[in-house]
């Protein structure tokens, strides 16, 4: 059994006097694809955060491939340099898409090749047109973003992240902002990244999706892991959990 | 009337040369100055931002007349000594930074904290993330003011007649006490600080519009 590409131990995150992680572990292994589901304030996007350092932390550890994220082995904090480095491992696909409004398509993608991972040009071009097609917006490179439907926007969030060939993708409630009809394009997308082995972790409110498409789901509440399992097992078991049950409840009536 | 603008146009262009030099010395002078310190007021340490903001907010509570004596009469007391037209070049500069320094801070904070943390994402550091994702948005929202703010410079370089600097100003007023026509020069001077700004207009509003598809 080899080790799990993402080990999180006893993290801990408040912010002022909330605790929002309150000693979480997890650890997500390669190629495997977790899901967190939790009522909103849980702090599944905190988690997430703390994983590329987004966000600082102020107790325990996450690793990739073993590596501190964030800090040294003293837990100080590390160099800007050493830092970038770190990220560049990990891609982040936002809810709000975060687009570079000043670049193209594919300039957006370029960038990272270009600047993190030293591509030429050329290089950095071809990679990007390779990802744009693969989610299906090889016509769209030279667009800007603003040019682009939301979902259009998602899916060259999604090419700007995995053409860094990232160890894990993290992905933060992706079609939270999208219309209804444009978020299936954007979850088709992410179905067939996790078809070819490309680890994730997912916070989402797409439960039916959570259930289809990952081999973990992990429940979050009040800053804790309140239940975690395969999608079957763990709806299955949903009565046992009455905080787990109460959440799902609210999708049964429309998703189930 | 004409005869008198005829007149005196040779005697103006002396002044207006100077009236530019002065321009663009504070123009140039302080749009670096306001980059470096507005940066500094955004991402600095604390002492250093705290500086920056006291040094903005002291210069922008300040009248500029009340500035240029200041630096001409004040300073060669604590050692500085000026001839006029650099103490004038200096009040006006530390003016124009002050504005410049607001202009910086405004323009970059208005770009969202998504933006920075997108280019976190994808593992560029703190100045590629300025170079290639911040400043570039930022500029958008920076040149408008700045373009506004440098036709104001134009215009307060007129300020420097009062230390005896001949700039276009002076120059209208020497020519006056000359000839005794008031009326013409000051159309013919009011026409060229005309010209010159409405020219600036114009080419900040073409420039607005080729950045206007960069909209965020």
Not at chain 1, 31 to 55: D, M, W
């Amino acid at each position: 059994m080899h080790e799990p590409l993402l080990t999180i131990r006893d993290l801990k995150k408040s912010f002022g006097r909330t605790e929002v992680l309150k000693s979480i572990d997890l650890d997500v292994g390669r190629g495997e694809v977790v899901a967190v589901i939790g009522p909103s304030g849980s702090g599944k996007t905190t988690l997430l955060r703390c994983i590329n350092f987004l966000e600082t932390y102020d107790g325990g550890s996450v690793r990739i491939d073993g590596a501190e994220v964030g800090y040294t082995e003293g837990r100080k904090r590390r160099g800007e340099r050493a830092l970038a480095r770190m990220r560049a491992e990990t891609g982040m696909v936002f809810q709000s898409f975060n687009l570079f409004p000043h670049l193209t398509a594919a300039q957006n993608v370029m960038l990272g090749l270009t600047k993190v991972r030293r591509k030429t040009k050329a290089e950095a071009r071809e990679i990007a047109g390779h990802w744009l097609g693969r989610v299906g917006l090889g016509h769209k490179a030279e667009a800007l973003p603003s040019e682009l439907s939301g979902g259009q926007q998602q899916r060259v969030g999604i090419a700007r992240a995995v053409a860094m060939e990232p160890k894990i993708l993290l992905l933060d409630e992706i079609t939270s902002a999208l219309d209804p009809e444009l978020v299936g394009e954007v979850l088709e997308v992410v179905r067939g990244l996790a078809a070819e082995g490309m680890t994730m972790l997912m916070v989402t409110h797409e439960i039916a999706f959570a259930r289809d498409a990952s081999s973990r789901i992990v429940f979050m509440a009040d800053g804790t892991i309140a239940a975690e399992g395969p999608p079957v097992e763990l709806i299955a078991s949903a009565e046992a959990n009455p905080r787990l049950f109460s959440f799902l409840a609210r999708f049964r009536a429309s998703h189930f | 009337m004409l005869d008198a603008m005829i007149y005196a146009l040779p005697f103006l262009m002396e002044g207006l040369w100077i009236t530019v030099l002065v321009s663009l010395l504070t123009v140039s002078i302080s749009l670096v100055a306001g980059l470096v310190l507005g940066c500094a007021l955004i991402y600095g340490p604390l002492p250093l931002r705290l500086f920056t903001r006291l040094f903005s907010d002291t210069i922008r509570g300040i009248p500029i007349l009340v500035l240029i004596f200041f630096v001409y009469y004040g300073f060669p007391a604590i050692g500085v000594d000026f001839d006029s037209f650099w103490a004038a070049v200096t009040a006006l500069t530390l003016f124009k930074t002050a504005q410049v320094i607001e202009y910086v801070r405004g323009a970059v904070e208005s770009i969202p904290r998504g933006q920075s943390e997108a280019g976190m994402a994808i593992g560029l550091t703190f100045s590629e993330r300025l170079t290639s994702v911040i400043f570039p948005q930022a500029l958008r929202r920076f040149l408008p003011p700045w373009i506004n703010g440098v036709t104001d410079a134009v215009k307060g370089s007129a300020l420097v007649s009062l230390l005896g600097v001949t700039d276009l100003m002076h120059a209208i007023n020497q020519v006056i006490g000359r000839t005794y026509e008031a009326m013409p020069l000051y159309v013919l001077g009011a026409f060229i600080y005309f010209v010159i700004n409405f020219s600036l207009s114009t080419l900040s509003r073409r420039l607005e519009r080729r950045l206007s598809h960069v909209q965020a």
